[in-house]
């Protein structure tokens, strides 16, 4: 199975809960350093955008831990089933958070080959 057919299935019927919900949708470019810059361009947004990084795990606790968010166990087990995905294949693995109020989401890693790959979502908070 491809990395995008992975990362997809795993992916699949999930949503980024926030003010709004959003899929989680695959990427992958050519480039093969993560950083600022390249949140900026894989957003098409503008330099001077506010960017912050965050990890996978504080991203998704609110998703991952019936205890805290408003998700099913068996959801919370689907959002584990992705994140352990994202860790197991991207290596160097970085969450982005690129904006305010509509705020677009990239974690990001590098595949076998060292290229740039992950999934891209949208927070909105008000």
Request: aromatic share 4%; glycine share 6%; hydrophobic share 35%.
């Amino acid at each position: 199975m491809s990395l995008q057919s992975n990362l997809e299935n795993a992916a699949n019927g999930l949503q980024m809960m926030s003010e709004s919900e959003y899929p989680f949708d695959y990427f992958s470019t050519e480039d093969t350093v993560i950083d600022e810059a390249l949140a900026l361009k894989i957003t098409q947004q503008p330099q001077g955008t506010a960017v912050t990084t965050t990890t996978l795990d504080d991203l998704l606790k609110n998703m991952t831990d019936p205890n805290r968010g408003s998700v099913s166990p068996q959801q919370a087990e689907q959002y584990k089933q992705m994140a352990s995905a994202l860790k197991d294949s991207l290596q160097n693995l970085t969450v982005y958070r690129v904006g305010e109020v509509q705020v677009d989401v990239l974690i990001i890693g590098l595949t076998a080959e060292g290229t740039v790959a992950g999934m891209r979502t949208k927070l909105i908070e008000t």
